[in-house]
């Protein structure tokens, strides 16, 4: 544990995917998204094991709405007695009312795999929520934690700014990094650009937001504590400039999720080759198949959107 965070798997799909991370100051504690509702007793296990109850559990962080940061939210704050949850105005009416969310992901991913994916996803009443404005500081006790907007990945997207550790927790607006990609050259990195509301402009005026922090280290959702964070920054603009290239291109193909799917897996399957990966294309498809389709997903309601 590093200035009172705690990194928590949420086992979301597979191991080391998906992050929880619990900050804790004074005996008082807040999570960083929530994974989903298969995540909670991960995430009540962290408060055993670093001796603190349901009821110092001061705050409820969540980035986006999107299920895999927010899905176990309603179930969570039902055992939170103390808690508020922060959320972003535009997600606010998501969280209260989650019938529309559940609606869209079920249209993605079909009624079983959503509920094996998310489980019965519960409404948070509004009197529980803090909403946030830009630049907005919550105190954890004493600890400022500064919650910015990025748009990007999403419009109900904000980041967390602890000065304490000089650290933001990112959610998905410093892209995706996974441990098991990390090589004597450093963290492997690459966007996320989920659907429906990617846009690259604006993707790429979050991570320039984060850099004017500048944070000795970000804790992405996908997954945990990266550091030398210019330089990933610099990985991040020119990954989100390929898959704009790639999109544009197969943009009117009768094939466009196919081919973009495959230039897609080339471009990082090269890149994390030029990363020096001793891994094989099958060993690393492994870890980059599921943000491979769903990446495509986003880049298509990209281009549709844009015309």
């Given at each position: 544990?590093?200035h009172?965070?705690?990194t928590?798997?949420?086992?979301?799909?597979?191991p080391?995917?998906?992050?929880?991370?619990?900050?804790?100051?004074?005996?008082?504690?807040?999570?960083?998204?929530?994974?989903t509702?298969?995540s909670?007793s991960?995430?009540?296990?962290?408060?055993?094991?670093?001796?603190?109850?349901?009821?110092?559990v001061?705050?409820?962080?969540?980035?986006?709405?999107?299920?895999?940061?927010?899905?176990?939210?309603?179930?969570?704050?039902?055992?939170?007695?103390?808690?508020?949850?922060?959320?972003?105005?535009?997600?606010?009416k998501?969280?209260?009312?989650?019938?529309?969310?559940?609606?869209?992901?079920?249209?993605?991913?079909?009624?079983?795999?959503?509920?094996?994916?998310?489980?019965?996803?519960?409404?948070?009443?509004?009197?529980?929520?803090?909403?946030?404005d830009?630049?907005?500081?919550?105190?954890?006790?004493?600890?400022?934690l500064?919650?910015?907007?990025?748009?990007g990945?999403?419009?109900?997207?904000?980041?967390?700014?602890?000065?304490?550790?000089?650290?933001?927790?990112?959610?998905?607006?410093f892209?995706?990094?996974?441990?098991?990609?990390?090589t004597?050259?450093?963290?492997?990195?690459?966007?996320?650009?989920?659907?429906?509301?990617?846009?690259?402009?604006?993707?790429?005026?979050a991570?320039?937001?984060?850099?004017?922090y500048?944070?000795?280290?970000?804790?992405?959702?996908?997954?945990?504590?990266?550091?030398?964070?210019?330089?990933?920054?610099?990985?991040?603009?020119?990954?989100?400039?390929?898959?704009?290239?790639?999109?544009?291109?197969?943009?009117?193909?009768?094939?466009r999720?196919?081919?973009?799917?495959?230039?897609?897996?080339?471009?990082?399957?090269?890149?994390?080759?030029a990363?020096?990966?001793?891994?094989?294309?099958?060993?690393?498809?492994?870890?980059l198949?599921?943000?491979?389709?769903?990446?495509t997903?986003?880049?298509?309601?990209?281009?549709?959107?844009?015309?």
């Amino acid at each position: 544990m590093s200035h009172g965070i705690v990194t928590i798997d949420t086992n979301f799909v597979r191991p080391f995917l998906d992050a929880s991370h619990l900050i804790i100051e004074n005996g008082k504690a807040a999570f960083v998204d929530t994974g989903t509702n298969h995540s909670i007793s991960y995430l009540l296990d962290s408060l055993i094991l670093n001796d603190l109850d349901t009821k110092d559990v001061e705050y409820v962080f969540i980035t986006h709405v999107h299920l895999d940061h927010a899905g176990g939210a309603g179930k969570l704050m039902k055992l939170l007695p103390n808690a508020k949850l922060v959320i972003h105005p535009r997600g606010s009416k998501h969280l209260e009312d989650p019938s529309r969310l559940i609606a869209s992901s079920k249209t993605v991913y079909g009624e079983k795999v959503f509920f094996d994916l998310y489980g019965d996803i519960e409404p948070i009443p509004f009197s529980k929520m803090i909403i946030v404005d830009d630049e907005d500081i919550i105190y954890l006790q004493k600890r400022p934690l500064r919650c910015f907007y990025t748009e990007g990945h999403a419009r109900h997207h904000y980041c967390i700014y602890d000065e304490y550790s000089k650290s933001i927790f990112s959610g998905d607006s410093f892209g995706v990094s996974y441990r098991e990609l990390d090589t004597m050259k450093g963290a492997f990195i690459f966007p996320t650009t989920s659907p429906t509301q990617f846009d690259p402009h604006e993707a790429h005026k979050a991570i320039d937001k984060i850099l004017t922090y500048n944070p000795q280290t970000i804790y992405l959702t996908h997954y945990s504590r990266v550091s030398s964070v210019n330089s990933l920054a610099d990985d991040l603009h020119s990954a989100i400039d390929k898959f704009v290239e790639i999109a544009k291109r197969y943009k009117a193909s009768a094939m466009r999720t196919k081919e973009i799917r495959l230039a897609m897996s080339e471009f990082l399957i090269g890149s994390l080759k030029a990363h020096e990966s001793q891994l094989s294309d099958q060993e690393a498809l492994k870890f980059l198949e599921v943000d491979i389709k769903v990446n495509t997903m986003g880049l298509e309601c990209w281009l549709d959107q844009t015309g």
